[in-house]
């Protein structure tokens, strides 16, 4: 479904991203792994054509949706990288790092602009709208506050209402845990495993591993910019060096 060959990212002279391969399959739960500054932010900007590729292309259902804008490469008349929203409506949405809601919105609002490439589609985005109450329930009586009153934990699960009215195939999460209350992180997972129930393949990074490890199928650990270390989620977790430095030592 999502193809990422030979992908790297260069901010000026610092290497954020080398050399990157990783495949996801329709129907599945990744997870990517990695200490702070390992590049798991850039590699979602990457996918959603943010950030300009030093090498690599990114396929999507066979489908060409990012590549190397380097002039090298741009000589050679390789230069087809779709715009992020081309990549957004072909249902590779990104939910990014700290949310980034719009706090003086309502709740209500924020969500439909998570529509607003369907924007015409009036009777769908409802029903839409519905089913994603239904999988965050505590939201719906407060659909018309702003967003900038709600706890963290909420205004996460808003962030990620807001994705599914975007209509992911394809769900790249960004920390979705970060700075989050450890029983609200496990709801939050909860939920993220009920989207994927529900067909939706996931992308999820994280900085706790061993939260990860619990809920994907297959992993990547990112190290400096690079795969240090690929498997089933299930392997990984047995990895003498992934469970000394990642996952302590209970
Ligand atoms: P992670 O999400 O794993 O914490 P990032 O992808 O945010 O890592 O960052 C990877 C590396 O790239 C880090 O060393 C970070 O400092 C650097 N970096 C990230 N964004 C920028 C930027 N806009 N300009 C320069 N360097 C950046
Ligand atoms: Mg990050």
Known sequence: MLE??????????AI?????NLEIKSGEFIAVIGPNGSGKSTLLRAISGLVELERGTVHYNDELLVETTNSRYKKMGRNKTLLPHEI???GVVHCPERRRLFPKLTLKENLMLGAYLFKDEVEENERR???????FPALKDRLHEEAGNFSGGQQQMIAIARSLMGRPKILMLDEPSLGLAPIIRSDIVDRIKEIAKQGTTILLIEQDARLALSVADRAYLLEDGVVASEGLCSEMIENDYIHETYLGFS
């Open 16 to 20: 954020a991203l080398a050399s990157i």
């Open 129 to 135: 709208f519905q089913d994603v109450l239904e999988l």
């Open 4 to 13: 990422i060959k030979d992908l790297s990212v260069h901010y000026g002279r």
């Open 88 to 90: 957004v409506k072909r």
